[in-house]
């Protein structure tokens, strides 16, 4: 049982290149949530998907898109990187919506320059 | 927009003592769901602790235990026999039942000195 898995760790891009980052979970959820950290701030909601097929915008969405596979897999897709999108980027999961405990993956630092 | 302040950047405690993290927020919401998430170095967040604003009754989890004030929108997380396990980032954050947006506080570093 691996929970929340996110893929790769690391990555660096230069402006202008494109990447999609991976995320998939094992324990059934519904939910699933793409977040962006930044040093000395808070996780910040990107994405959102409530169940399969569904999907919506969080606090800073732009920039990105997503894609919500299967239940199981919720990729976050940079189109065009840029610098701005340095960040460590974090995938979770749960059961069903935000009232509910989120399980988070170990992370994947995104380096743009 | 709803808003999660964290006033205190950094805290210590001496091992075994105990210790309080502030957590502030804006709503004008009367139902939403309020959460205590620990970063350790790792950077894998865990939840320590969750509340539903519609309990009265204040949420605890063994040394965890939260002070739920509704009326002044605080949300305090306490720390009791503190480890050094405890050592980490500490996330107050938000989430309101019509709105798909959870919102994090800048977070609290924690320090346990043995």
């Known amino acids: 049982n691996a929970g929340v898995t996110q893929t790769p760790k690391f990555q660096v891009l230069k402006t202008g290149q494109s990447m999609t980052l991976q995320c998939a979970q094992d324990?059934?959820?519904?939910?699933m949530y793409w977040y962006r950290q930044d040093p000395g701030m808070g996780l910040r909601l990107i994405y959102y998907?409530?169940?399969?097929?569904?999907?919506d915008k969080g606090e800073v969405p732009n920039g990105y898109n997503v894609s919500r596979l299967n239940k199981r897999e919720f990729s976050l897709r940079l189109e065009s990187a840029a610098p701005s999108q340095t960040s460590v980027y974090f995938c979770?999961?749960?059961?069903?919506?935000?009232?509910?405990?989120?399980?988070f993956g170990p992370g994947t630092r995104l380096l743009v320059l | 927009a709803q808003t999660v302040t964290q006033s205190q950047p950094e805290m210590s405690v001496q091992e075994a003592e105990t210790v309080t993290l502030s957590c502030t927020y804006d709503?004008?919401?009367?139902?939403?769901?309020l959460f205590w998430y620990k970063q350790p170095p790792s950077r894998q967040m865990i939840l320590v602790i969750r509340q539903e604003a519609y309990k009265q009754q204040n949420a605890t989890e063994n040394r965890f235990s939260v002070n739920f004030q509704k009326a002044a929108k605080s949300f305090s997380l306490k720390i009791s026999d503190s480890q050094l396990g405890d050592a980490a980032m500490y996330f107050c954050a938000y989430w309101w039942y019509n709105n798909n947006d959870m919102r994090f506080g800048a977070g609290t570093r924690l320090t346990v000195k043995p």
């Open positions: 979770a999961s749960s059961g069903r919506g935000g009232r509910e405990t989120q399980y």
């Open positions: 709503t004008s919401e009367s139902d939403y769901y």
């Open positions: 324990m059934n959820h519904n939910s």
């Open positions: 998907s409530a169940s399969e097929g569904t999907t």
